[in-house]
């Protein structure tokens, strides 16, 4: 079975502009979070969702954004890019219906915001 | 708020025995989990304590006091190939907040 996949792989974008990335959860799982992580740094949560409905959001301001479509696969969006930005993506599935303990992880999305 | 603090970097030999610790602050959740993260790579799953004590996967082990607010990841018979940073992450419903990680490096 075909793992987390997102794309694209990189990105580079620059300061101002918007960007969508992309995400199809491991087939059966329901739920889709994303995380920001900066380079030397953990994981930071950015939204979870399940059933198409977000149901959680970390300490990010509104120009993040994201969806969940109804095969399940989901979109993260940021608007008016900062340099501060340039962080790898990670999106993560798992089939309950919260952030359970045990999440898959993507490759990830490297994003490069000159 | 949430917090876990995590030591920076650990280096241990080939064969040997290795404990990362992970202290948190918290307002409530429901366990802590482990996570392996080579260089480039995606995370993956490690180990999961919902209640306290030791809970054993191979060659991985891991703590929890919720009293003491601490747990730790035990490697046993380490190999070359668990050089990698390794992350302790808090979970609560819908919520999930990992440390800032322990890059361990492993010696022949």
């Known amino acids: 079975d075909a793992g987390v996949t997102q794309s694209p792989t990189h990105l580079i974008k620059t300061r101002g502009q918007q960007v969508t990335l992309r995400c199809s959860p491991i087939s059966g799982h329901k739920s889709v979070s994303w995380y920001q992580q900066v380079l030397g740094q953990g994981p930071q949560f950015i939204f979870q969702?399940?059933?198409?409905?977000?149901?959680g959001r970390g300490n990010f301001p509104d120009r993040f954004s994201a969806r969940q479509f109804p095969n399940y696969s989901s979109e993260l969006n940021v608007n008016a890019l900062l340099l501060g930005d340039s962080a790898l993506y990670l999106c993560?599935?798992?089939?309950?219906?919260?952030?359970?303990?045990?999440?898959?992880f993507g490759p990830g999305t490297r994003l490069t915001v000159t | 708020g949430q917090s876990l603090e995590q030591p920076s970097e650990v280096t241990a030999v080939e064969g040997a025995i290795v404990q990362i610790n992970c202290t948190y602050q918290t307002s409530g959740f429901y366990g802590l989990s482990w996570y392996q993260q080579h260089d480039g790579g995606a995370p993956t799953f490690l180990s999961y304590n919902a209640l306290d004590g030791l809970e054993e996967t191979g060659r991985f082990s891991s703590f929890l006091s919720r009293s003491d607010s601490y747990g730790y990841l035990l490697l046993q018979e380490l190999q070359m190939k668990d050089s990698a940073s390794y992350f302790c992450a808090l979970s609560n419903f819908n919520k999930f907040y990992f440390g800032s990680g322990t890059k361990l490096n492993v010696k022949p």
């Open positions: 969702y399940y059933e198409k409905e977000e149901r």
């Open positions: 993560a599935s798992s089939p309950g219906t919260g952030v359970t303990y045990e999440q898959y």
